[in-house]
């Protein structure tokens, strides 16, 4: 075990979840904080500019890593989510962050009708008058 997976509690394992061939590359991204498809465009690059070792490393990687599911990791009493059902939670998560939003743009415009209407009626006021008249002085 190195050092920092030793310090941070994490370790590399391949991702079952988001494979495409081997879990290699997701597994890579996850443990590094990358995003996926960067990672995979550079070990694309890798198997172009030197096949034979990317490749020889790639199945090396594959046999030796130990692959982890996350429907594995969690006990998952649901089934995984269809495409279909994903979407639709996408959408109402975001109909949920409009509405919140609608409220918060609501509640900064009350407050600012509120302060509009102090500035009126302090504008209006006899002493505003008076002040006004004794700065002209």
Do not use: W
Request: net charge positive; glycine share 4%; proline share 3%.
């Amino acid at each position: 075990m190195s050092t920092i997976s030793a310090e941070s509690g994490r370790r590399f394992y391949r991702d079952a979840d988001r494979a495409m061939l081997g879990g290699v590359c997701a597994g890579l991204a996850a443990y590094l904080g990358f995003n996926l498809r960067v990672t995979r465009v550079l070990a694309f690059i890798a198997f172009l500019m030197a096949m034979p070792l990317a490749v020889i490393a790639y199945l090396a990687a594959v046999f030796l890593i130990p692959s982890v599911s996350r429907v594995d990791t969690y006990e998952a009493k649901e089934p995984p989510l269809s495409r279909k059902q994903r979407r639709r939670h996408a959408k109402q998560q975001a109909a949920a962050a409009q509405v919140s939003a609608r409220v918060e743009i609501d509640r900064r415009c009350q407050t600012l009708n509120e302060r509009l209407a102090r500035l009126e009626k302090h504008v209006t006021s006899r002493r505003f008058q008076l002040e006004q008249e004794l700065s002209r002085l």
